[in-house]
């Protein structure tokens, strides 16, 4: 691949980033039901785009549905979350004629993400909420660059083909700058540097994960709502598996520096 054509992905990558992060930066500020409210709109784009990437013809009316349950369910709470997260994918995978366990377990894995987002920043507060975009961002970036300058032997060919060992390598250490950064702030001490870098990998396994329904669907990208970066999928994959871990270790007590 020569230079130009490896890098051709950067400026739109750029641009898209930089809009999402101003949005994102403003809405994690102001937290509560403006933060809760983007992150149901996003849960129902992403249920759009895993419905059209396996062929369903009412996609736009799982995506609202979808988007319906997380607000229900992050105003509810308690022990209807999973039903009303459980449902809307239901509901969705009925119209789905081949391969309904990939498709469900996308849908209901990407519901589940964006409900431990939001949670985590409605309870744990701002700084966690930071601290994990910051984990998920730097491991993605540092990853990028690694893996475009580096190069050499892939993580996981079979289900990402573009995933290297030097960019795999380069996110837990990213990761880690993070924990360091952050363990003050957070009062979670030295031991969020490993936490951080689990979680960076977490990221990068959600981000393998997708990958892996693409091939299987015959795909490049979830959508092509962002540019330079594909769809809502494309852009939120290491985010939702970051969430996800770091709710269950919050929940078995494995978090340091929350309770």
């Known amino acids: 691949m020569s230079g130009s054509a490896q890098w051709s992905d950067l400026a739109p990558r750029v641009i898209s980033g930089v809009v999402m992060a101003g949005i994102g930066a403003v809405v994690i500020g102001v937290g509560g039901i403006v933060f809760d409210a983007l992150i149901s709109?996003?849960?129902?784009?992403?249920?759009?785009?895993?419905?059209r990437m396996f062929g369903a013809p009412d996609a736009r009316r799982s995506g609202v549905l979808a988007a319906l349950a997380v607000g229900l369910a992050l105003w509810l709470q308690g022990l209807l979350v999973l039903p009303l997260l459980l449902a809307a994918v239901v509901v969705a995978a009925g119209s789905v004629e081949r391969e309904k366990g990939p498709f469900f377990a996308l849908a209901f894995w990407s519901l589940l993400g964006c409900f431990a987002m939001a949670l985590v920043r409605d309870?744990?507060?701002?700084?966690?909420?930071?601290?994990?975009?910051?984990v998920v961002v730097v491991s993605d970036v540092a990853g990028y660059f690694a893996g475009r300058t580096l190069g050499g032997p892939k993580f996981w060919p079979r289900f990402s083909p573009k995933?290297?060992?030097?960019?795999t390598i380069a996110g837990w250490l990213g990761a880690a700058v993070i924990g360091l950064l952050f363990m003050a702030p957070t009062g979670a001490g030295l031991a969020l540097v490993p936490v951080s870098m689990l979680v960076g990998?977490?990221?990068?396994?959600?981000?393998?994960?997708?990958?892996?329904?693409?091939?299987?669907?015959?795909?490049?990208?979830s959508s092509g709502l962002i540019p330079g970066h594909g769809g809502v999928l494309d852009r939120f994959d290491a985010m939702l598996g970051a969430a996800v871990l770091v709710v269950i270790l919050w929940a078995l007590d494995l978090m340091p520096g929350l309770a």
């Open 163 to 167: 995933k290297t060992w030097s960019g």
């Open 201 to 221: 990998f977490a990221g990068q396994m959600g981000d393998i994960a997708e990958s892996a329904v693409k091939r299987l669907r015959g795909i490049k990208d």
């Open 123 to 134: 309870h744990a507060g701002l700084i966690w909420v930071v601290w994990l975009v910051a």
């Open 41 to 51: 709109g996003l849960a129902g784009l992403m249920m759009w785009e895993a419905a």
